[in-house]
């Protein structure tokens, strides 16, 4: 099993391991997991080692290597990957390989790392549990009984089960933080524009921002370091220097630092008390760091999840609409009568019937009961009631963190409202579903920026984590309050049984 990225890449750069020792053990990891855990979609063995043959080839000649040469990293599924699979985990695009690299994965590359395959995720990342893929549903390496969280889900696991040292995610409405959490590694949100969408097959355009994850700040701040900048090829990428994220981890000290303790948020009904315990004690954490506490309220806090779910459904209505059996994806055999018992269904033209038939084969039930209600909600009449009322109040949940902010430099709060559900628990329950995201999707709204940290454990031994929220483009900020947490604490340094820290 593979140790923290930071530790991977001092062992290649003094010589103690090849990259082809460190990708064969990822590969032997990947192996002996993947019947049990189903992290990934796609193993790209021999692209892995040919690119770990090169870097050792290029070592050995004295070149001058990059950052990141010889580290293994997996890509979720919904991010394009030249000459590899992009599934988003949907049978809609099985078959589909992009002839391109999204733009956070060729940044990584070009800094030296290596794509060992995709994670699995939920249906077009619309899920908090993993179990909506067409692929088979992912396991929590702690507990194989219980979810390891969604969307990205394999992800998390990925790094979890000791197959690769960092992964990437995206994270529309908490589809990072709260995999992180369930996992008990570390998870990044970036502020919206701050790492390309270039290449993300997008769910919510408005929303999704690609992120990484790995055991520690640290490792995080190494890919964040080499994905994150402008990118002209994306309409909402922001121009705004990247600073250096691994210098900002060399204080502790949080002296001067004011922390908004969100208190709303842990006195909720249905919050476990493993949950309350580990925001507490990460309180007192910050407390004997230097930090000042303060108690912060977000006025509009109770309209995230509703505000959220009208939005992203929107907008997935939208962007969905591209995948009709026409132009390239998964297109239902010809004479296939899927749609037969819809009212009107003998009455249709071919081409009509190609597109229901194509459309309600190829997609989940989870991805059609939100294109349902995103196009109810942008259809004639509605538009306004639903979906201009939900932009309202978007703006002014961005408008409590502008406030929040001018108080405290950083938000502390919940990830989830409790560990990890068993798998299955709430396949069938919607409401319950989306309820994983309370503490989530406040970030996304705003666009602001969160981490999700390891922050103990409960009674079954399940991980819990708690989050950190700042202002736009402060990353560096989550960086450095959340390593002062690591250094003080050993949560990050837990594994699952069978994977050695």
């Known amino acids: 099993m593979l140790d923290s990225a930071t530790s991977i890449l001092n062992a290649l750069q003094s010589g103690d391991v090849t990259a082809c020792e460190v990708v064969e053990k990822s590969l032997a990891a990947i192996d002996s997991t993947q019947s049990s855990i189903n992290a990934y979609t796609h193993v790209a063995r021999e ?11 290029d070592r050995k000649a004295g070149k001058t290597l990059v950052p990141l040469a010889g580290l293994p990293v997996a890509v979720k599924d919904v991010l394009c990957t030249n000459n590899m699979p992009t599934t988003c985990s949907s049978n809609m695009l099985r078959d589909f390989v992009p002839p ?5 994965v060729a940044r990584l590359k070009a800094a030296g790392a290596i794509v060992m395959g995709k994670t699995n995720m939920d249906e077009f990342a619309m899920g908090a549990s993993t179990e909506t893929s067409a692929m088979g549903l992912t396991r929590n390496p702690w507990n194989p009984e219980y979810t390891p969280g969604g969307s990205s889900g394999g992800a998390a696991a990925a790094v979890a089960a000791g197959t690769v040292p960092l992964s990437i995610g995206t994270d529309t409405g908490g589809s990072i933080r709260q995999p992180a959490a369930f996992c008990g590694v570390t998870g990044l949100k970036p502020t919206y524009g701050r790492c390309s ?3 993300l097959v997008a769910f919510a355009s408005s929303l999704d921002q690609a992120g990484p994850m790995g ?9 964040m370091q080499a994905m994150a900048g402008y990118d002209p090829a994306d309409s909402t990428s922001v121009d705004h220097d990247v600073p250096d994220y691994r210098a900002v981890l060399a204080s502790t000290d949080l002296r001067g630092i004011k922390i908004g303790v969100l208190r709303d948020s842990t006195n909720q009904d249905g919050v476990s008390d493993s949950v309350r315990k580990a925001v507490s004690d990460a309180e007192k954490v910050y407390r004997e760091l230097g930090a000042e506490i303060v108690e912060i309220s977000l006025e509009h806090s109770p309209y995230w999840v509703p505000t959220y779910y009208v939005i992203a459904p929107c907008e997935a209505s939208s962007n969905l609409s591209r995948f009709d059996g026409a132009h390239y994806g998964f297109r239902a055999a010809e004479g296939a009568r899927a749609d037969s018992d819809l009212e009107g269904a003998d009455e249709m033209g071919p081409l009509e019937s190609m597109y229901r038939n194509s459309r309600a084969a190829g997609f989940g039930s989870e991805v059609k009961r939100r294109i349902i ?3 109810y909600a942008l259809s004639e009449g509605y538009y306004d009631a639903y979906y201009n009322q ?3 109040v978007r703006r002014l949940i961005r408008g409590d963190y502008d406030a929040a902010f001018t108080q405290a430099d950083l938000l502390l709060g919940p990830v989830t409202p409790s560990p990890a559900f068993a798998l299955g628990e709430n396949k069938d329950d919607p409401i319950a579903m989306y309820l994983c995201d309370l503490f989530t999707v406040g970030a996304n709204l705003a666009g602001v920026p969160a981490i999700s940290l390891p922050a103990g454990q409960d009674e079954s031994g399940l991980p819990v984590g708690i989050q950190l929220q700042a202002p736009v483009m402060e990353e560096s900020r989550l960086l450095f309050a959340g390593n002062a947490f690591q250094s003080v604490t050993q949560h990050h340094q837990a594994r699952p049984t069978g994977v050695s820290a």
């Not at 692209?47 to 080839?57: K, N």
């Not at 391109?100 to 956070?104: C, G, I, K, P």
Request: no cysteine; proline share 0%.
């Open 215 to 223: 055991w520690s700040v640290e490792d995080v701040a190494v890919a």
């Open 47 to 57: 692209s892995a080692l040919a690119a770990a043959q090169q870097v050792d080839t």
């Open 373 to 375: 209600v995103g196009t």
């Open 197 to 199: 969408r270039y290449g």
């Open 100 to 104: 391109y690299d999204a733009t956070v």
């Open 390 to 392: 939900a932009l309202k």
